[in-house]
């Protein structure tokens, strides 16, 4: 198990487990330091900051925003901003909108193939948190129309299958100004995700401001690790690493920690986070 996990996802977003939970979990497998990244909203920030007080963590503010390149799908990892400022919760909400938005049209493209979902049901779902595609695919699977989420985004809802629907495009630029804007960095999420040509776009996105490779990802074997981690190295940029923990109990899950994440690289990560962000750690109010 790593010390460091800074990509996690809980109930805020599209995660299955609490962030309290999310805490608790990371603590029980030897994390020390995390990152919350739920997709467009900090509200999970607040709870997972109590949790980790008491337990003893650090934890960084973060967040996981969606961007396109072309025709493929960029996110980013926005870490160590201000969580409080006015204009990036504006921005966040104005991402969310678009989610439910998107929701919609997929429900409507579902029921145009024999599937009878209502978006109410979607929305109870999601509870609190920022509604996406997982929470569509649990639907799927509680209505029987799948054997499981990880089907439903086989046959349904994964790119290019039938309620593949993009929301408005965000240009990358714009989501790297904010979160500059607000004091934290960015780094590129999974980016073997992003297509064959993953390293062209990593080396756009670096000049677009991109701050930092996600090297040490979850399922990566060691030959794509060490060529990130060299590239990284080329363009003068941080490596971070995360298990991009949701809890949904896809093929591909790892438990929160587990990847290969040295020690050293966690807290190279952590030293660049410390050098470079308005916002390096939360802390409760006594």
Same mark, same amino acid.
């Given at each position: 198990m790593a010390s460091g996990d800074f990509h996690l996802h809980s109930t805020a977003s599209d995660g299955v487990n609490s962030p309290t939970w999310v805490v608790e979990r990371a603590a029980a497998n030897g994390v020390r330091a995390l990152a919350l990244t739920d997709h467009d909203t900090t509200e999970g920030l607040r709870e997972a900051a109590e949790a980790? *007080?008491?337990l003893g963590l650090r934890l960084i503010p973060g967040v996981e925003i969606s961007t396109e390149v072309g025709k493929a799908d960029v996110h980013l990892l926005g870490?160590?901003?201000d969580p409080g400022a006015r204009r990036l919760q504006e921005?966040?909400?104005w991402q969310r909108e678009g989610r439910l938005a998107r929701v919609e049209k997929i429900v409507a493209i579902l029921r145009e193939h024999g599937m009878a979902l209502e978006t109410r049901r979607i929305f109870e779902i999601a509870g609190e948190a920022t509604v996406g595609r997982p929470?569509?695919?649990?639907?799927?699977?509680?209505?029987?129309?799948?054997a499981s989420v990880q089907e439903a985004f086989d046959l349904w809802l994964g790119n290019g299958k039938p309620a593949d629907v993009n929301r408005e495009k965000l240009d990358p630029k714009d989501a790297i100004a904010i979160i500059h804007e607000n004091g934290g960095v960015v780094f590129i999420a999974h980016p073997t995700y992003m297509g064959d040509d993953y390293v062209e776009k990593i080396r756009l996105l670096r000049r677009l401001g991109a701050d930092g490779i996600e090297t040490y990802y979850k399922h990566y074997a060691a030959e794509i690790v060490a060529g990130?981690?060299?590239?990284?190295?080329e363009l003068g940029v941080a490596a971070s690493g995360g298990s991009d923990y949701h809890g949904l109990g896809n093929p591909d899950d790892r438990d929160i920690g587990d990847i290969s994440f040295p020690d050293e690289c966690v807290d190279a990560f952590l030293g660049f986070i410390d050098a470079q962000c *308005?916002?390096?750690a939360i802390e409760v109010p006594a």
């Amino acid at each position: 198990m790593a010390s460091g996990d800074f990509h996690l996802h809980s109930t805020a977003s599209d995660g299955v487990n609490s962030p309290t939970w999310v805490v608790e979990r990371a603590a029980a497998n030897g994390v020390r330091a995390l990152a919350l990244t739920d997709h467009d909203t900090t509200e999970g920030l607040r709870e997972a900051a109590e949790a980790a *007080a008491r337990l003893g963590l650090r934890l960084i503010p973060g967040v996981e925003i969606s961007t396109e390149v072309g025709k493929a799908d960029v996110h980013l990892l926005g870490y160590g901003f201000d969580p409080g400022a006015r204009r990036l919760q504006e921005f966040f909400r104005w991402q969310r909108e678009g989610r439910l938005a998107r929701v919609e049209k997929i429900v409507a493209i579902l029921r145009e193939h024999g599937m009878a979902l209502e978006t109410r049901r979607i929305f109870e779902i999601a509870g609190e948190a920022t509604v996406g595609r997982p929470h569509v695919a649990r639907a799927l699977l509680e209505k029987g129309y799948v054997a499981s989420v990880q089907e439903a985004f086989d046959l349904w809802l994964g790119n290019g299958k039938p309620a593949d629907v993009n929301r408005e495009k965000l240009d990358p630029k714009d989501a790297i100004a904010i979160i500059h804007e607000n004091g934290g960095v960015v780094f590129i999420a999974h980016p073997t995700y992003m297509g064959d040509d993953y390293v062209e776009k990593i080396r756009l996105l670096r000049r677009l401001g991109a701050d930092g490779i996600e090297t040490y990802y979850k399922h990566y074997a060691a030959e794509i690790v060490a060529g990130l981690a060299s590239l990284a190295k080329e363009l003068g940029v941080a490596a971070s690493g995360g298990s991009d923990y949701h809890g949904l109990g896809n093929p591909d899950d790892r438990d929160i920690g587990d990847i290969s994440f040295p020690d050293e690289c966690v807290d190279a990560f952590l030293g660049f986070i410390d050098a470079q962000c *308005a916002c390096s750690a939360i802390e409760v109010p006594a």
